[in-house]
């Protein structure tokens, strides 16, 4: 265990170097990250994200739009896997994040 995400517990796979996230509730664990290094730029990718997430306003969607498509592109340059599945814990951040839950 490396971490928490969300609603996962997030991973390291000794063998393989992949990091894994672990849902409540689901029984098997999730690939998340290709390895350490995309986990470490997707969270410098976010927090980016964020400060600039924080200056839109908070009624103009297309800005708040713009601002986490630039992050999900950001993230996925390095390493896609975050997003190949529509409930990752990527893909529903995001998701969130769009619909202006978290800001």
């Not at 000794?14 to 996230?21: D, I, N």
């Not at 400060?51 to 630039?70: K, Q």
Request: proline share 6%; charged share 30%; hydrophobic share 45%.
């Amino acid at each position: 265990m490396i971490g928490e995400f969300l609603f996962a517990i997030v991973a390291l796979d000794p063998e393989s170097g992949s990091v894994y996230a672990l849902p409540e509730g689901e029984p098997e664990p999730l690939l998340m990250h290709a390895d350490v290094s995309s986990l470490v730029h997707a969270l410098m990718a976010l927090e980016r994200g964020q400060a600039e997430y924080r200056d839109t306003n908070r009624d103009d969607d297309a800005a708040r739009d713009a601002v986490v498509s630039r992050m999900r592109q950001d993230i996925t340059m390095v390493d896609p896997t975050p997003f190949a599945d529509d409930e990752s814990e990527w893909s529903r951040l995001l998701e969130e994040l769009g619909l202006g839950m978290w800001g």
